[in-house]
């Protein structure tokens, strides 16, 4: 079940450095202490307390004694206080606050979505709403047909065949740099080049990890899902199953055209599923419901068993009061 989350109505109060942690919170660190586990160790990853309580800077969270201060937080006279609006976090003994809103943090072995900025010497540049551009070097694709060997000075010379300014692309981000940088790699053939679709934008916090991001939902469209809070919504590609009786992934089955930038025919059906698709996921980042293919295949057959499957109906999807009623409906069916 989701929540739809709105700002407090009630006045505000300047806090003080004075402020003793409510007992409240305490209670709930003290839950989280000792939770399921029964060892008093806590979980080894991170986890929202308080059911993914929101605090606001200078709110005082916790005892400095008995917890140590993570992200987003700092310690005043023997008080753990928050330092940014966001959700309180603990791992074992470490409270921390995560920002509503903020950059994407990643983490190796994640997918991200970015855009090309810039060309260099055998490396290219990519925004992926983090603080900073990610890198990919020419020495971290694949070439066309999945040719494995090292890369060359002719490769280098010809480095815009493979990626310009302004392409989209999924990647993995590999490891990092000195300066903190991200460093991606397109691998794997399905990784690579993104065409036929269109790209989404949401607030990183909002994307659920699972095992997988790559999702061909049922009315024909493919979602790819990036961590980084960028959605690539696109027409389905026929899967076809490779030698080793394993399906093959995105675009793994075209390696010659994987840095093809000419997109395919899309039927007007498809184009409407598409449109509908980003209207459904957008609504859900609106109102700060968690996101992932199955809330967004809910959403999108609700939507359509409200407004319809009609081009009036799916412009109507972009009123408020025809967004809300749709949420409405999706957490009545959840329930």
Not at 5 to 25: G, K, L, N, Q
Not at 282 to 307: F, G, Q, W
Request: charged residues 25%; negative net charge; contains cysteine.
């Amino acid at each position: 079940m989701f929540r739809i989350v709105t700002a407090s109505t009630s006045a505000y109060v300047e806090p003080t450095p004075s402020t003793r942690p409510t007992d409240a919170m305490e209670d709930i660190l003290m839950e989280e202490e000792f939770g399921a586990d029964g060892d008093g160790t806590g979980p080894s990853r991170a986890q929202a307390v308080g059911g993914g309580r929101v605090t606001g800077p200078g709110e005082a969270i916790a005892d400095s004694g008995k917890w140590m201060r993570g992200h987003g937080t700092y310690v005043q006279d023997e008080k753990v206080l928050a330092s940014v609006a966001g959700t309180l976090e603990r791992v074992n003994k470490l409270v921390s606050v995560r920002p509503l809103r903020t950059k994407y943090r990643p983490e190796v072995g994640d997918l991200v979505i970015g855009r090309i900025v810039e060309v260099g010497p055998r490396r290219w540049k990519v925004e992926a709403y983090a603080a900073q551009n990610a890198v990919l070097m020419l020495s971290s694709i694949n070439l066309p047909g999945g040719v494995q060997r090292r890369k060359l000075e002719s490769d280098e010379l010809q480095m815009r065949t493979f990626f310009q300014e302004g392409d989209l692309l999924v990647a993995e981000v590999q490891a990092f740099f000195a300066d903190g940088a991200m460093s991606l790699h397109t691998r794997s053939l399905k990784y690579g080049k993104l065409k036929n679709g269109t790209l989404v934008t949401v607030p990183p916090s909002l994307i659920v990890r699972l095992k997988s991001h790559f999702h061909s939902l049922p009315f024909g469209v493919d979602l790819i899902i990036g961590l980084n809070g960028y959605i690539w919504i696109s027409k389905t590609v026929a899967k076809q199953i490779r030698l080793d009786g394993e399906e093959a992934g995105f675009g793994e089955e075209s390696g010659e055209g994987v840095y093809s930038s000419e997109n395919e025919d899309i039927s007007p059906t498809i184009r409407m599923a598409i449109t509908r698709t980003s209207l459904v996921i957008s609504l859900l980042a609106k109102y700060c419901i968690p996101i992932s293919a199955d809330i967004i295949t809910e959403a999108y057959e609700t939507s359509i068993r409200l407004v319809g499957e009609s081009p009036e109906g799916l412009r109507s999807l972009g009123r408020l009061e025809v967004g809300e009623e749709v949420l409405r409906a999706l957490a009545l069916g959840r329930e």
